[in-house]
């Protein structure tokens, strides 16, 4: 027994892991939005993709400059600068000047992620965060809405695309109401096959929403996902409108609208779900679910925008940590008596 | 509700890890050849440690007394051979630390019988004499946490016991020692089965078997008496199905109230292993000199279930196995969940090891750790519906007294939320770190 002992490591136990990780969970989501994303290039052409793509660029850009040294290839790797890069492409309109598309992808990331010290550490959804940041700053250029292109070419891109920075751009050429905008505004009602397969006018992703529940399903057959997050927004959206229809069903949308129009799909499988700033316990999850819901439809019927998403899910982002606090599970063992 | 959960016959939450048994569960027990140099740490239990009662020079027979309990909580030790005691002192343990133990050299011309031999007369015994047989015997849990056997048997007055149940589950992947036993041993096991619960006064012995050693389960079944009050009861494959708390919740539906035994729902829960030991006692009259050991994990050149005399170097068995193949990074004692690393090839075989595991680089590759993204996979892994995300975040800040206010003293550390942690994060370390860190501040020992 001359030979050396092998050189021992001391790892702690376990020493065996489930095969999944962080990337692997953000790739997931990225293949769940891909049926989606390509829809969005089948009705909206190649300015589909220059927007998401600003959007995409920006966010890696603001990721690159801001990551500490060592910390920056990682970042990137993890692809969740990727994500949240598309993810906001999906809620813009595909009109979108592109530069704009660049800067929100870069708002998103700086003050949604990197400001709070990165993945992990925020208390918003920067996807959300970076809209919120567009809406504000270009109001007109993000409530203005094209058509689809199914008669065009793909190669057709809309003129507001290309508008230079801080030119006034020519965005109303084109325009033409959401589905929500025009049930809010005009009392006309857009049919629900419209509205499942996409062919309405509205921001990149939220147009198909058979595709992005498609995307959901496999999210929760992977496991990279909390089912009730979902499940609570949309039932509470769905009971909401109901009792609504109870008082008024020419005034108010039936369920099934309320499900399939606007970005609630979009937002309720893809943002709220964000595992970062949504509760990470089972009965704060339903808690986070049901507020969005009910904020979603508040703002939906009484409140001035014909879409209330955004909001919704920012206001609860800003409740999860107090969420996670009362909602602790009971710990086994704990509140039960012995025989 | 109720009903259909016990039908599944299992607990809440908890991981499935691969389980990696085929190595090992289809070969039969065999004898590691007696060695010449055997480490008898005196403090191989939970508890006080033992008191050695022989000196340097002396010559010990195998099964001989050679310390006696330190206290209630403590057993005694026997020689695992016939020799020599070479010294008493102070030796390096599993844990890396100096801890006194009695080194003994086994005389390479002894035949290492065993003379003890006669059977006790269990049944006409006081509880009393029992458990003091038991704790003479150095009986201890042999499913790992090495807990004197003697003192679950000794519960105070008022308590009932009604229920035996011996834990077949074998939950942490790679081992297969109960497995082996319960297929090898079926008679000795009902034999111990019986003198235990007949000790106890319980109603009925269960015996829980994961649903993955069907031919265990069938064994152990087809050596049932008819009329006997046993019953095998197959749980489903589950990590930790054979925590004794998670297995009661299993078996009965009920759970133990946090800070209390097994005892206070009328239970008592015993390995397979310390089981066998029992009947290897009290019929056989052979004191805990040996155990079955599963020499499993990738690096190891013929993997086997061995019989080990207690005190053997890890590396005669090591040897016995073939030896280690090139490329080996790490070697645990006990299971891959919950199992000890160990750093040199010298440290003996205890009471509590029930496997001797031999990983390379591909289970010890340093996995890059990812920030906590809230997913939540912990918190469903945790059989203790613990919020392991939380405590880690908790720990890292060595914001140690808040965990307190999540339960951190309910942990078992079982590992279940570092496997399911898709960023890498070692939870259970972490949690480790901070119990330590609030017990020794707590009580400084004086």
Redesign the interface.
């Known amino acids: 027994?001359n030979k050396r002992?092998?050189d021992?490591?001391?790892?702690?136990?376990?020493?065996?892991?489930?095969g999944?990780?962080?990337?692997?969970?953000m790739r997931d989501v990225l293949i769940a939005l891909a049926p989606a994303t390509a829809a969005s290039m089948w009705f909206f052409g190649l300015s589909a993709l220059l927007v998401l793509g600003s959007c995409i660029v920006g966010a890696i850009a603001a990721e690159w400059l801001f990551a500490d040294k060592q910390a920056r290839g990682?970042s990137l790797r993890?692809a969740s600068g990727i994500l949240t890069g598309l993810l906001l492409g999906l809620t813009l309109p595909p009109g979108l000047p592109l530069w704009m598309a660049f800067l929100g992808g870069f708002a998103g990331i700086a003050f949604g992620k990197v400001i709070w010290g990165?993945?992990?550490?925020n208390l918003f959804n920067p996807a959300l965060l970076g809209r919120a940041f567009l809406l504000a700053t270009f109001p007109i250029a993000m409530t203005t809405w094209v058509p689809t292109v199914i008669d065009g070419g793909f190669l057709d891109i809309y003129p507001g695309n290309l508008a230079l920075p801080f030119m006034q751009a020519q965005v109303d050429a084109m325009s033409s109401a959401t589905p929500l905008g025009m049930m809010k505004f005009e009392q006309e009602v857009t049919p629900l096959a419209n509205l499942m397969f996409g062919n309405v006018s509205g921001s990149l992703g939220e147009t198909s929403g058979l595709l992005l529940l498609l995307g959901g399903i496999y999210l929760w057959l992977r496991?990279?996902l909390?089912w009730r997050i979902p499940v609570s927004i949309l039932l509470t959206v769905v009971i909401f409108s109901a009792v609504l229809g109870l008082f008024d069903e020419t005034r108010f949308p039936t369920p099934l609208f309320s499900v399939f129009s606007g970005g609630l799909l979009l937002g309720a499988i893809y943002m709220a779900t964000d595992?970062?700033t949504?509760p990470?316990?089972?009965k704060g999850?339903w808690i986070f679910g049901i507020g969005t819901g009910v904020l979603v439809m508040l703002i939906r019927v009484f409140g001035g925008l014909p879409e209330g998403v955004m909001y919704a899910i920012l206001l609860m982002n800003a409740a999860t940590p107090l969420i996670?606090r009362y909602t602790?599970?009971?710990?086994?063992?704990?509140g039960?008596?012995?025989? | 509700m109720r009903a259909f959960r016990r039908l599944r016959r299992s607990f809440e939450h908890g991981?499935h890890?691969?389980h990696h048994k085929q190595q090992t569960e289809n070969l039969p027990i065999q004898r590691v050849p007696f060695g010449t140099d055997y480490v008898m740490p005196l403090g191989q239990h939970i508890g006080v440690p033992a008191k050695a009662i022989v000196a340097a020079g002396e010559a010990v027979r195998r099964g001989q007394l050679i310390a006696e309990p330190g206290g209630f909580v403590s057993t005694g030790l026997h020689s695992p051979v016939t020799g020599t005691i070479k010294e008493v002192g102070d030796f390096r343990g599993v844990d890396g630390r100096f801890a006194p133990a009695i080194a003994i050299e086994a005389d390479p011309f002894a035949t290492q019988q065993v003379d003890a031999g006669a059977a006790t007369d269990w049944q006409s015994m006081s509880l009393e004499d029992f458990i003091e047989a038991v704790q003479m015997a150095g009986i201890v849990g042999m499913g790992g946490a090495a807990f004197p056997a003697h003192v679950k048997l000794s519960v105070p007055d008022g308590v009932r016991i009604r229920h035996l149940l011996i834990n077949g589950a074998e939950c942490e992947?790679y081992l297969t020692t109960d497995h082996r036993l319960m297929l090898e041993r079926p008679e000795a096991l009902l034999e111990g089965a019986e003198i235990m619960r007949q000790k106890l006064g319980a109603e009925e012995t269960v015996i829980g078997i994961e649903a993955n050693k069907p031919d265990a389960i069938e064994v152990v079944s087809k050596h049932i008496r008819p009329g006997d009050p046993v019953r095998v009861v197959p749980l489903k494959v589950k990590y930790p199905q054979g925590a004794e708390?998670m297995m009661i919740?299993s078996v009965f539906d009920?759970?133990?109230?946090?800070?209390?035994l097994p005892r206070?729902?009328?239970v008592n829960v015993n390995n397979v292993g310390t089981i066998v030991a029992i009947a290897d006692y009290f019929l056989r009259g052979l004191p805990l000199i040996e155990r079955v050991v599963t020499v499993a994990g990738p690096g190891v050149t013929y993997p086997a279930n061995l019989i080990v005399p207690l005190g053997t170097p890890v590396?005669d068995v090591v040897?016995f196995c073939g030896g280690?193949k090139p490329g080996?990074?790490?070697?645990?004692m006990?299971?891959?969940?919950?199992?000890?690393?160990?750093?040199?090839?010298d440290v003996p075989i205890l009471k509590g090891c029930s496997g001797v595991l031999v990983?390379t680089e591909e289970?010890?590759a340093r996995?890059?750790e990812?920030?906590?993204?809230?997913?939540?996979?912990c918190?469903e892994a945790c059989?203790?519906?613990?919020?392991p995300?939380?405590l880690a975040r908790l720990s890292k800040s060595r914001m140690f007294d808040e965990m307190q206010a999540?339960?951190v003293f309910?942990c078992v550390e079982c590992?279940c939320c570092?496997?399911?942690?898709?960023?890498?994060i070692?939870i259970?370390?972490l949690i480790?770190t901070a119990k330590d860190d609030l017990a020794n501040r707590k009580e400084p020992e004086a």
């Open positions: 027994m002992d092998p021992l490591l001391l790892f702690h136990a376990p020493l065996l892991r489930q999944m990780t962080t990337p692997k969970a990682d993890d990165g993945l992990g550490h496991r990279d909390d595992p970062v949504s990470v316990t089972p999850a996670d602790q599970p009971r710990v086994f063992g704990r039960v008596d012995a025989e | 991981v890890p691969a992947p708390k919740k009920v759970e133990v109230p946090a800070g209390q206070d729902v009328e590396r040897k280690l080996t990074r790490e070697i645990i006990g299971g891959p969940m919950m199992g000890r690393p160990i750093a040199s090839l990983f289970q010890t996995r890059k990812y920030p906590c993204i809230s997913c939540g996979r918190l059989p203790y519906f613990l919020n995300s939380r999540y339960n309910d590992g570092t496997f399911a942690c898709p960023s890498n070692p259970v370390q480790r």
